[in-house]
């Protein structure tokens, strides 16, 4: 067990709805990253989080969008939802910032766009 | 090209066989270099972390960097049962650049008893 907390485990919706994922990080950790895995794209950096600031985006696309609260969740916003927006998607926390810094992954979030 | 490129296999070995895994890259500012490794259905873990060039043992696992030919390794002795599991690298700019990682696709690891 990483620590790291994701809700919910499994979500199934329908094209143009929109879903809000919860990620809570390890005690401690001040970094929030969210990132896409599926079969023909892999772990896709989305964005990152620092201390309630956005730190750094990735392939995250504009229906997408994310938050840190004070508390130090996170929220993930998907709207719009098209087929292609099914995967996992994961959370992942870390003490502070850099490259060297070990990320600690979520158990993820299954998403089934009917 | 792809700025990581890993062979997803699957690979199927025998118990006690030495296991190498591989990914080459393109972009020549990545400094740090990492293995993660993925149970089915579970989030990644953190396997072996790689500053630039060089070698890193830790147990049963070796991690290289071979910064001049762009292309790292994990190579895992002993292989047990319990190392099936997805095995993706990352990698990552030098400090001050962005934090993000980026993944290779995984390659699937079956070690038969």
């Known amino acids: 067990d990483s620590g790291v907390t994701q809700t919910p485990k499994h979500l199934i919706t329908a094209t143009g709805q929109r879903v809000t994922l919860r990620c809570s990080p390890r005690s401690g950790d001040l970094s929030v990253y969210w990132y896409q895995q599926s079969l023909d794209q892999g772990l896709q950096f989305l964005i990152q989080?620092?201390?309630?600031?956005?730190?750094a985006k990735g392939n995250i696309l504009e229906r997408f969008s994310a938050q840190q609260f004070p508390d130090l969740h996170s929220e993930l916003n998907l709207s719009s939802l098209e087929l292609g927006d099914s995967a996992l998607y994961f959370c992942?926390?870390?003490?502070?910032?850099?490259?060297?810094?070990?990320?600690?992954f979520g158990p993820g979030t299954r998403l089934l766009v009917l | 090209q792809k700025e990581v490129e890993q062979d997803p296999g699957p690979l199927s070995v025998p118990e006690g066989a030495i296991v190498s895994l591989n990914c080459t890259y393109s972009n020549s500012a990545f400094q740090y270099f990492m293995w993660y490794r993925q149970y089915s259905r579970k989030g990644p873990e953190l396997l072996m972390y790689t500053y630039s060039s060089g070698n890193k043992e830790d147990g049963r696992f070796t991690a290289q960097v071979d910064k001049s030919s762009k292309y790292i390794s994990l190579f895992i002795r002993d292989s047990q049962p319990s190392d099936s599991a997805t095995y993706l690298c990352?990698?990552?700019?030098?400090?001050?650049?962005?934090?993000?990682?980026?993944f290779g696709k995984g390659t699937k690891l079956t070690v038969n008893p």
């Open positions: 990352a990698m990552s700019p030098r400090r001050g650049g962005s934090e993000k990682l980026v």
């Open positions: 992942a926390s870390s003490v502070g910032l850099g490259p060297q810094e070990t990320q600690y």
């Open positions: 989080y620092y201390n309630g600031e956005e730190r």
